[in-house]
């Protein structure tokens, strides 16, 4: 007796076969390609949330002061955006001119100088702005006791933190020249916020022995004198 098999059963099998071997490589191509896939969707997502966030920066500006210290109103002020020294943090490396203004166009060049308050040499209180995005941004980590060197067309002059504090935007009473001889520097808060900061990261710094001794002999010109210590 012979017997025979059906002809159709043996191509059958092979293209189920072929089938499983494709599913086979499409599941195996689609198990690597998912941490690529992963990893450049991720990538694009962090590029392009990184522009949202520097065009709602550049959308929102933050007014750090504003409006001049009553004190020194009427106090005639140099041209808005004419250098007026040097600032230095030699901690952080923070090293800058300081402009004349606070206006946003001098604000995104370097650090400017509060309008109305003490300049550079005076025995009063000078009040210095900075974006804290920019120029500031390392204000976040000044501690008491760091240096803060000005130099401007007298010499030079050296001060100490003495301290750190949070105030409201309208607070301008950190700026008033019985607080000198002093530097008060000023910029947003808090530092990661995105669109106009809430509060004003404010630091004090008081002259060394040194500076304080030059600044007794110093004029005031235009500024009331600072009170006695």
Not at 15 to 29: D, E, H, P, Y
Not at 157 to 172: A, G, K, M, N, S
């Amino acid at each position: 007796m012979i017997i025979r098999k059906r002809g159709g059963a043996a191509p059958s099998l092979a293209r189920v076969l072929r089938g499983l071997a494709w599913v086979t490589i499409a599941s195996g191509s689609f198990l690597l390609a998912l941490p690529v896939f992963v990893s450049v969707e991720s990538a694009f997502t962090q590029w392009s949330g990184e522009r949202e966030l520097a065009q709602a920066a550049r959308i929102s500006r933050e007014t750090i002061v504003g409006r001049r210290p009553s004190a020194l109103v009427n106090r005639p002020s140099p041209r808005t955006g004419s250098v007026l020294g040097k600032f230095q943090v030699p901690r952080l490396e923070l090293s800058y001119v300081v402009l004349e203004g606070t206006d946003n166009r001098t604000l995104d060049k370097s650090i400017g100088h509060v309008a109305g308050t003490a300049r550079i040499g005076e025995p009063v209180n000078i009040g210095i702005a900075g974006h804290r995005n920019t120029h500031f941004r390392k204000l976040e980590w000044i501690r008491r006791g760091d240096e803060v060197v000005l130099s401007g067309s007298a010499g030079e002059y050296r001060y100490h933190v003495e301290w750190v504090r949070l105030f409201d935007p309208d607070d301008l009473e950190v700026l008033n020249p019985e607080h000198g001889p002093a530097v008060t520097l000023v910029t947003c808060f808090p530092f990661e916020y995105v669109g106009s900061a809430p509060l004003r990261f404010v630091v004090r710094a008081l002259p060394d022995e040194s500076t304080r001794a030059r600044l007794r002999s110093a004029p005031t010109t235009g500024a009331e004198k600072p009170v006695e210590e």
